[in-house]
């Protein structure tokens, strides 16, 4: 009777779910995170699917909780800029290096946001949304735009898509890098409207030239004002005519039109299709893309209402879909200072890291953003990626920018700091084992199974020192997996 009841005492009450498990838990953090630590796992593991992925979305910020940099608070109107052309060389290099520095203030204040962060989710959407609403650095020429972008972006991560688009529309970062700032009613510039229909919402193939042409007439007179670098609409530069967008007609404005092409259901499935390659993987499934698009539709566009049914599908658990999704350098960089408590007081170096393996935060390539997938391994960067992971456990020097660098001039190779890498870029071994309790093999299992999404290619030689054995993991190729 006594055996009984333990048994009857250890199984789930009824109404109670058990815990998803540590895997569960680590392949839910890593996708929506950076990298997740061994503490932060071992809590989610208790918690089922649902209730997990609500705790992540509940924790969403709408402001980042680290301060702007000063540089990045003082725009520099366009007279300056004008007057710069009568001056003389050396204040033009002098400014030039001015603007370079305040960019990689502003890289650097974001790295630390991602790093410092409590819910990794809100900025992993808020790089989502920078990758999807590209604009970029080299031709909006003003961090502080760039900046309030940023916020913006941040504010609605998981906020209401439409209105994230409709504020996008006339974010004047994005008036400047898709040249709505020069579109007016003598002249329209079909720029911004292009892009808001095969990037922003609908994809290719699902509108016509005219279409464009049509809504480029609506979005007439957005601009800014060129002292404050504020939103400005000019009425005398607005297009008021008749236009017919994807089959519907009237008097629109650019408003009108972002309207219609929301009403379009290729929208919600667009959009969908990119959020699952982002956090399932890279071959999309026709049938649960359509499912989720709905959810999105009848949600009225709540981002958050997507992400749940996305995170607590069986597709995103699905052992097809694990370690499936190549690191971003972001993600390979933030997340590797995370995963081993490393917190560097100037994160300058990790901006440049990061952009030498490919992805320049606030630079994108182009206005297609960056591919991703396996456009971010190749050669080159694979080479990169290990040496930079190897400099961070051997204590190397790690590299700094040159303004050509910076600027994105010249195609040069980043210079290395002159001096050897500070203190506080060091991975404390003997503080991070500590954790695990257990030692010899039993350690080193629970190592292994929280730094990588699955078994190594090659296992660590059972006789090589904690150090060795971690580096032996870092460096293995499952490690650029998530």
């Given amino acids: 009777m006594r055996a009984l009841l333990i048994i009857l005492f250890l199984l789930p009450m009824p109404g109670f779910a058990a815990g998803m498990g540590y895997d569960d838990a680590r392949h839910l953090l890593s996708r929506t995170g950076f990298a997740p630590?061994?503490?932060?796992?071992?809590?989610?593991?208790?918690?089922?699917?649902?209730?997990?992925?609500?705790?992540?979305?509940a924790g969403v910020h709408t402001e980042a909780r680290t301060p702007l940099p000063e540089s990045a608070l003082e725009f520099v109107p366009r007279e300056r800029l004008r007057k710069l052309k009568n001056a003389s060389e050396e204040q033009r290099k002098a400014f030039l290096r001015e603007q370079i520095e305040k960019s990689l203030e502003l890289r650097a204040w974001w790295y630390r946001e991602m790093l410092e962060t409590d819910s990794p989710l809100t900025e992993k959407m808020t790089l989502f949304w920078h990758n999807h609403f590209v604009s970029s650095q080299q031709k909006v020429k003003s961090p502080v735009l760039m900046a309030?972008?940023?916020?913006?972006?941040?504010?609605?991560?998981?906020?209401?898509?439409?209105?994230?688009?409709?504020?996008?529309?006339?974010?004047?970062?994005?008036?400047?890098?898709l040249d709505n700032v020069s579109n007016k009613k003598s002249s329209p510039n079909?720029?911004?409207a292009r892009e808001v229909m095969e990037l922003f919402t609908l994809g290719e193939g699902q509108y016509s030239e005219q279409d464009i042409k049509e809504a480029a007439r609506a979005f007439t007179g957005w601009s800014l004002d060129r002292k404050t670098g504020e939103y400005r609409f000019y009425r005398m530069l607005h297009d008021s005519g008749e236009k017919t967008v994807l089959g519907r007609r009237g008097k629109f404005n650019g408003d009108d039109v972002l309207d219609v092409l929301l009403a379009q259901p290729a929208t919600a499935e667009f959009v969908t299709?990119?959020?699952?390659?982002?956090?399932?993987?890279?071959?999309?499934?026709?049938?649960e893309v359509k499912r989720l698009a709905s959810v999105f539709r009848d949600s009225r566009y709540n981002t958050r209402a997507l992400m749940r049914a996305l995170l607590t599908s069986e597709s995103f658990f699905?052992?097809?879909?694990?370690?499936?999704?190549?690191?971003?350098?972001?993600?390979?960089?933030?997340?590797?200072?995370?995963?081993?408590?490393?917190?560097?007081?100037?994160?300058?170096?990790v901006a440049l890291a990061a952009r030498n393996l490919g992805q320049d935060v606030f630079g994108p390539p182009n206005v297609k953003g960056w591919p991703g997938g396996e456009a971010w391994i190749n050669s080159a960067t694979l080479l990169g990626r290990r040496q930079l992971l190897a400099r961070l456990f051997r204590a190397e020097e790690m590299p700094v920018a040159s303004d050509d660098d910076m600027a994105g001039r010249g195609g040069k190779r980043p210079?290395?700091?002159?001096?050897?890498?500070?203190?506080?870029?060091?991975?404390?071994g003997p503080h991070w084992f500590s954790q695990f309790g257990a030692k010899g093999s039993a350690a080193r299992q629970q190592v292994t199974r929280l730094v990588l999404a699955t078994a190594p290619q090659e296992t660590p030689p059972a006789s090589s020192d904690n150090l060795s054995f971690l580096s032996a993991l870092v460096l293995d190729p499952v490690y650029q997996l998530k």
């Fill in 37 to 57: 630590t061994e503490s932060e796992i071992q809590e989610y593991a208790t918690l089922t699917r649902a209730a997990a992925v609500d705790r992540l979305l």
């Fill in 148 to 177: 309030r972008q940023n916020q913006l972006l941040r504010r609605h991560a998981l906020g209401n898509f439409g209105e994230l688009l409709h504020a996008v529309a006339k974010d004047p970062a994005m008036v400047v890098y």
């Fill in 190 to 192: 079909e720029n911004f």
């Fill in 273 to 287: 299709g990119k959020l699952w390659r982002e956090f399932i993987s890279p071959d999309a499934d026709a049938t």
């Fill in 318 to 349: 699905a052992p097809q879909n694990r370690a499936v999704l190549i690191k971003s350098p972001v993600e390979l960089v933030v997340g590797t200072l995370r995963l081993f408590e490393i917190h560097p007081a100037d994160l300058r170096p």
């Fill in 415 to 428: 210079q290395r700091m002159a001096m050897r890498m500070q203190p506080d870029y060091l991975f404390n």
